[in-house]
């Protein structure tokens, strides 16, 4: 049992990750969406900084796109936030398990 535990652990932290990964990559889409819309070639560093600062008070300005790929920002942190609770869950479980049987 205390096996299964960990593999509940090692599949979330994969899950946890692979959601940062996907997070990273809509927000680099919500930021080339940003600067298409200003006519820009690239976003400015100074509104990737505060893009980055000030995530959750952007959210409510962006519109088009750029609202659309926030959307799936959010969703993956969600995610990882979810992944990262299951595996302290079942890390939990793995520890306790382990001691018992023992």
Do not use: D
Request: one cysteine or more.
């Amino acid at each position: 049992m205390a096996q299964f535990a960990f593999i509940v652990v090692y599949l979330a932290l994969a899950g946890a990750l692979a959601s940062w990964v996907a997070g990273a990559w809509f927000y680099a889409r919500t930021l080339r969406a940003l600067a298409a819309e200003r006519g820009q070639a690239r976003p400015a560093s100074l509104a990737v900084v505060c893009a980055m600062v000030a995530w959750p008070f952007v959210l409510g300005r962006l519109k088009g796109a750029a609202a659309a790929h926030a959307a799936q920002v959010n969703k993956a942190l969600v995610a990882v936030f979810a992944c990262l609770t299951v595996a302290v869950a079942a890390t939990s479980v793995a520890t306790n398990l382990a001691r018992v049987s023992r």
